[in-house]
């Protein structure tokens, strides 16, 4: 009978797998500690360029990020209630929900990325975003299917394409809970707030429900677009976020089960229960 690989000798093996692959950091130290070992490994899987892995290691990846999931808990529907059970009037209050906590953990139709225009993930070790922390849970098989959409993109559009501010990507969700990642680009605000801004997050909003619309998809999360390094200022993009979605979903009856405002910090989730 086959011995049955613990998480700890998963994890060692897919370390050696990803420094071996790498090539640059074969020959890097490997610490001693599970959590060392952790860090490494999504470190490698960061930097990691878009191309072929063996079948083998990306089997052994996806069982070892399942067994991280189970650790960590999967937060399903059921477990947020709507703002309606919270005793919300709010328009749209049956179907919207706030909720804090990890997106990488929860399972929906999809989960919305604040992506670059490069559409590839952060390439940064650790980095803290929420872009470098899908791609780290969903597995190194996100950003293979990125890069094959966008190079099918620029086959099409030419070989300088970046994708578009507020046009979605569509994508499967791999060891995510979520079924889908869509990933959006939120306008990059350089000095002041402007007009033209607020129009481009609104349209980020917008546009990724029309494309649950056309896909079928009931359930989204959204993260809090453009607010981290791309510099919008958290009250009015919570304003903008609620505002536009209510009025897609009045527009849009019966098309959606449940739209998840995802926040992270205390701040954000007390700048949209203002909203409510």
């Known amino acids: 009978m086959r011995k049955t690989m613990s998480e700890e000798e998963r994890l060692s093996r897919l370390v050696q797998a990803f ?61 947020i209630p709507t703002l309606k059970e919270q005793g919300s009037r709010a328009e749209g209050a049956e179907i919207l929900s706030l909720w804090q906590g990890d997106i990488t953990r929860l399972q929906a139709d999809a989960i919305v990325n604040a992506a670059n225009s490069q559409m590839l993930g952060c390439f940064v070790p650790l980095h803290a975003c929420i872009d470098n922390c899908i791609h780290t849970y969903a597995g190194v098989q996100l950003r293979a299917e990125c890069a094959r959409q966008m190079e099918a993109l620029r086959a099409k559009y030419g070989p300088d394409y970046e994708q578009p501010t507020a046009v979605p990507l569509l994508t499967k969700g791999y060891s995510l809970p979520a079924k889908h990642v869509i990933h959006i680009v939120g306008p990059i605000v350089m000095g002041p ?6 129009r481009e997050l609104a349209a980020c909003y917008r546009n990724t429900l029309d494309l649950c619309r056309k896909e079928g998809l009931r359930s989204v999360a959204f993260c809090c677009i453009s607010t981290g390094v791309f510099r919008f200022p958290a009250p009015r993009a919570s ?24 926040v992270f910090t205390d701040e954000d989730r007390r700048l949209y229960e203002r909203q409510f």
């Open 19 to 79: 420094k071996a692959d790498s090539g640059a950091y074969a020959d890097m130290g490997t610490p001693s500690d599970t959590d060392g070992k952790r860090q490494l490994l999504r470190a490698l899987m960061n930097v990691r360029p878009p191309r072929r892995m063996d079948e083998a290691v990306l089997r052994l990846q996806d069982e070892y990020l399942a067994e991280r999931l189970q650790a960590r808990g999967v937060v399903t529907l059921a477990d």
């Open 239 to 262: 304003e903008i976020a609620v505002k536009t979605v209510q009025s897609w979903l009045r527009e849009n009856p019966g098309r959606m089960e449940r739209v998840i405002f995802n």
């Open 193 to 198: 707030l402007t007009p033209v801004h607020e």
